[in-house]
């Protein structure tokens, strides 16, 4: 009988602690608001779903079946340097500059387009399952979101599945477009909300919640015009943030709240 005692109570202080452990509150992440640094002007009528920078070039991918489209201009400029339009019934999505390769994503198509950096001209197809968000690219692997609290790995060249990992906390989320910067953390749209989400992508912890809510008055926006679109500006603490039909982007900081 004393054995048998011993063992409940043993049972029952583990039960306690693993209850414990489960009913504990999730550990709120730091939060952060937005320095504005610049300003610069955008199409209107780009409906953007990914930005990318690289050197000097600023590439921009858009969305809509019929009016998707991946552009390349002058950072500094704003000139064009290049364009390619998807046809119908494509809607564009994120993309990344993985090496030698553009990457760019479609929504609901099952399909990523491998272009060249320079022209835009389409190099190549890779098909995936489920749907495509969110594209960028980092050490030696890209990163995808699918509007899910889930990140997805694949290999640069043939666009394979390499692994994934759900975020550890905010799993609401619903990860849009990514950017892989420079300190190895990833920062991902909270679609549809004005969240920015600093991410480790090792572990999937939030490191911080970002509040970019102040930069557009709402009244000027409708429900689509929604925040999408990050890019840091290479060797720099700068970001480029822009908006689906957005008028301005935002050349911004990321500071303590």
Known sequence: MKRNRRSLAIGVLVGLVIWSGCGAAEEPSPTMNIEVVATRSHDPRAFTQGLEIHGEVLYEGTGLSGASSVRATNLSTGVELARADLP???????????????????????IAFAR????????????????????????????????????????????????????????????????CAEDGSVYANDWPSDRILR?????????????????????????????????QIPGTDRFLLAGKNWPTTFEVRFVPA
Do not use: K
């Open 199 to 231: 991410i480790d992508p090792d572990s999937g912890q939030v490191l911080a919640v970002i509040d970019a809510g102040a930069l557009l008055p709402h009244l000027t926006r409708t429900s689509e015009d929604t925040l999408n679109g990050i890019a």
């Open 88 to 110: 119908a019934p494509f809607f564009g999505e994120g993309i990344t500059l993985a090496g030698d390769t553009l990457w760019q994503l479609t929504w609901q198509n099952h």
């Open 116 to 179: 060249d950096p320079h022209t835009l001209a389409e190099v190549g197809r890779a098909s995936y399952e489920g749907e495509g968000w969110g594209l960028c690219t980092r050490a030696g692997r890209l990163v995808m979101s699918n509007g899910t609290d889930t990140l997805t790995f694949r290999d640069p060249v043939t666009f394979a599945p390499t692994g994934s990992i759900r975020l550890t906390s905010n799993h609401n989320a619903r990860l849009n477009e990514l950017d």
